[in-house]
């Protein structure tokens, strides 16, 4: 357990509903009377908006070797931990962050490639032994998520970034690695079924969360 406040992470394949069930989290939170601070990674802090859209895009199509990746990442999480996450914890706020360290491990370890052990040991370094007390894996078939993702796209009239981009094969690695690690980390990690409909994962995280944490 951290000091004082609460810190949840939330992880999963692309389109497997992180951002969605993040925000529904907050706002049970909030209306519980807890102060909420609710974070993405990459992200959450101007270097870390700046480090995302280094990591999103391409610069000028030069493909990015995968450990100066697996660094960005963490140099944007080695930051939001020291200036955000640590002083909100210290104070007694409940942190809610879409995606951590674990996706560092499935994406760059597991999906690139990436010695797993050697990504867990430089992620310990740029979080200094910080950890959420719950992460919540929100698993789903790649191909489903990828259709919610194609949605979503249409409606924002937008395109697919650099990650989701990759092939079919690099996801189904990201996700089996996912699973994997909640395998090694049960005590942490729960896995819940991402395909079902959003109010239903709703009621089901906030149940778990309000049990675990007293709420
Ligand atoms: N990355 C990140 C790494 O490689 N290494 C790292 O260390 C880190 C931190 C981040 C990218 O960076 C990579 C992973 C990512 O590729 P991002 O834009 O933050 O990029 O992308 P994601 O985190 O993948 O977030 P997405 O927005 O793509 O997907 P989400 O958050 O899983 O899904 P969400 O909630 O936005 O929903 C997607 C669509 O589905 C609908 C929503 O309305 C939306 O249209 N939806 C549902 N539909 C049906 N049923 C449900 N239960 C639904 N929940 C949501």
């Known amino acids: 357990m951290n000091a004082r406040g609460r810190f949840i992470s939330m992880e999963g394949p692309e389109g497997s509903g992180k951002t969605t069930q993040c925000a529904r989290l907050a706002r049970r939170l909030l209306a519980a009377g807890r ?36 660094l960005l990442f ?27 360290f674990d996706s560092t491990i499935a994406y760059q370890g597991f999906g690139r490639g990436c010695d797993v052990e050697e990504v867990i040991r430089v992620n310990e ?36 970034d650099r990650f989701e981009r990759e092939d079919r094969g690099f996801h189904e690695r990201v996700r089996a690695g996912y699973l994997e690690l909640a395998r090694r980390w049960p005590e942490r990690i729960w896995t819940i079924d991402g395909s079902r409909n959003a109010d239903a994962l709703e009621r089901d995280i906030w149940s778990r969360v309000a049990h675990e944490f007293g709420i």
């Open 35 to 70: 102060e909420v601070v609710a974070l993405r990674e990459p992200g959450g802090t101007p270097l870390g908006e700046a480090i995302r859209s280094l990591l999103q895009h391409d610069a000028a199509g030069e493909r990015m070797a995968p450990e100066a990746e697996t």
């Open 74 to 100: 963490l140099a944007s999480r080695a930051h939001l931990s020291g200036q955000v996450v640590r002083p909100a914890l210290e104070r007694g706020a409940w942190v809610v962050c879409d995606r951590f």
């Open 125 to 160: 370094f740029a979080v200094g032994g910080l950890r959420p007390d719950l992460t919540v894996l929100l698993d789903i078939d790649v191909a489903a998520g990828f259709d919610r993702l194609a949605g979503r796209n249409a409606s924002a009239g937008t395109g697919n």
